[in-house]
C-alpha cells in the first residue's frame, strides 16, 4: 500500500496548487464574462461556460500528467477563449518542467490551437495578422522564460549536488587522514617500543638463566632494567604525542628525532647488551645526508638489531653502512639463524612498516633467509647530490 506524502513541504504544495487552480478560475471568468458582450451568438455563452469549467479541473492533472493535459487544453482552446488562462498556464508549467524539445513541441500546439481560435472566434477590432503576432510572441516570452528558469534551477541544484558530494569527499579524506596518522603512530610506536623492549628482555634473560651471578651484577642488571623501563614509559609518551614522523625535526618538548649520527649509538647501545655486532662504516660526507633519509637509515638498522636480539639471541650480527652523494646508501644487516624459541614474540609488521617508510623516501629493501638458516636485510635509499 502506497504511503501518503504528508511532509510540509508537501502540504505547502497542496495550498499553492490550490491558490494557481482558484487564480485560473477566477481569470477564466474574466474572459467568459468578456466574451458575453458579444451577442451575436448567444448560444456560444453555455460553449464558453463548460469549456471555462473543464479546463480549469484540468489544471488539478497539470502536475500529474502535464503534457496530455496541456494537449487536452489546446483542444479546448480551439473551441473556446475561456480556455486560454488555463492553456497559458499550462505552456508555462510545461516549459519548467519538462525536457526543451518537449516544451517546444507542446507551445508549438498551444500557438497553433490559438491561431484557429482566432480564425473561428476573431476578437472584434484586432486584424488577425496582428493576434497571430500577438499570439507568437506571447508563447515565445512564456518558453523562454520558463527555459531559462529551468536551466538555472538545474544548474543551482548541479552545484549544491557538487557541493554535497565535495564535502562529503572532505569527510573521506579526513577519516583516511586519520587512519594514516594513526598507522603512522602505531609504526613509531613499533619501532621505538620493540628496540627498547627486546633490550629488556635481553637483560631479563641474563637474570633468569645466571642466579649464580654476584650481586654486584644482579644489581646492576636489575638497574639497566629499571633505568630501561623508564625510557620506554617516555618514548611512550613522547610517540603517541607525535603526529607526523615524515618530516618533523624535533619531537614534543624539543628532544630531537634521530638521525642518522645516531645509528653508532644504536650499535653501542646493543653491544652493552650483549649483542656481538662487527659494524662497517663507509659513508662519505654523513653531514649531507638529507634528514628524512637518516631517519630511515636509523630505523633500518634499529628494525634489523631488533629482529636479531629477538629470533637470533646470544649470535653475532654484521652490519655494513656505505654510500656517498649521488650514488645513494646502501645498509646490509645479516645474522646466523637460531633453534630456540624467540626471546620475544613478534607481531610480524616491522618489515612491512619498515618496506613503506623506505618507499616514501624513495628507496627498496629487501630480506630473505640464507641457505644456512640465516636472516639478511638490505636497504638502498637516495642520497642526491
Known amino acids: ?5 504528508c511532509s510540509p513541504t508537501a502540504g505547502r504544495r497542496w495550498v499553492w496548487d490550490v491558490w494557481v487552480v482558484v487564480a485560473i478560475g477566477a481569470l477564466t471568468a474574466t474572459t467568459v464574462v468578456g466574451r458575453m458582450a458579444d451577442t451575436s451568438h448567444p448560444r456560444r455563452m453555455f460553449l464558453d461556460v463548460a469549456v471555462g469549467v473543464v479546463s480549469t479541473g484540468l489544471m488539478v492533472l497539470l502536475p500529474r500528467r502535464p503534457v496530455p493535459t496541456a494537449l487536452g487544453m489546446a483542444v479546448l482552446v480551439v ?4 480556455a486560454t488562462p488555463a492553456s497559458t498556464a499550462a505552456t508555462i508549467g510545461i516549459s519548467l518542467r519538462m525536457p526543451q524539445r518537449t516544451a517546444i513541441a ?20 484586432l486584424p488577425f495578422l496582428w493576434f497571430a503576432v500577438l499570439d507568437v510572441a506571447v508563447h515565445a516570452a512564456l518558453l523562454g522564460w520558463g527555459l531559462r528558469t529551468q536551466t538555472r534551477q538545474q544548474l543551482l541544484d548541479s552545484l549544491l549536488d557538487r557541493a554535497r558530494r565535495a564535502e562529503a569527499e572532505q569527510g573521506r579524506r579526513v577519516a583516511e587522514a586519520r587512519t594514516l596518522e594513526r598507522t603512522k603512530m602505531a609504526r613509531e610506536m613499533h619501532d621505538v617500543l620493540a628496540h627498547r623492549l627486546s633490550l629488556l628482555a635481553t637483560y631479563a634473560g641474563a637474570l633468569e638463566y645466571r642466579p649464580d651471578s654476584s650481586p654486584e651484577k644482579l644489581a646492576q642488571a636489575a638497574g639497566v632494567i629499571r633505568t630501561g623501563v623508564h625510557q620506554a614509559l617516555d618514548e611512550l609518551r613522547e610517540v603517541i604525542s607525535v603526529l607526523r614522523d615524515t618530516e ?10 634521530p638521525t642518522y649520527g645516531d645509528v653508532e649509538g644504536l650499535v653501542a647501545e646493543s653491544r652493552a647488551a650483549g649483542t656481538t655486532i662487527a659494524y662497517d662504516e663507509r659513508v662519505d660526507e654523513a653531514m649531507s645526508l638529507p634528514p628524512a633519509t637518516g631517519r630511515t637509515a636509523y630505523r633500518i638498522v634499529q628494525e634489523g638489531l631488533t629482529n636479531a636480539r629477538k629470533h ?18 646502501r645498509i646490509a644487516l645479516s645474522n646466523p639463524g637460531s633453534n630456540g624459541v624467540p626471546m620475544a614474540p613478534g607481531s610480524g609488521t616491522g618489515l ?20 644456512g638458516g640465516g636472516f639478511r636485510l638490505e636497504a638502498s635509499l637516495p642520497w642526491p647530490t
Open 79 to 82: 473551441l473556446s477563449p475561456a
Open 248 to 257: 618533523i625535526e624535533e619531537g614534543p618538548g624539543g628532544r630531537p628525532q
Open 352 to 371: 612491512v612498516g619498515l618496506t613503506e617508510r623506505v618507499q616514501l623516501v624513495g628507496g627498496t629493501l629487501d630480506h630473505q633467509r640464507e641457505p
Open 312 to 329: 637470533a639471541a646470544g649470535h653475532p650480527v654484521t652490519l655494513t653502512v656505505s654510500g656517498r652523494p649521488g650514488d645513494g646508501l
Open 1 to 5: 500500500m502506497e504511503q501518503e506524502d
Open 106 to 125: 507542446v507551445t508549438i500546439v498551444q500557438v497553433v490551437a490559438h491561431l484557429a481560435q482566432g480564425a473561428w472566434r476573431p476578437i472584434a477590432g
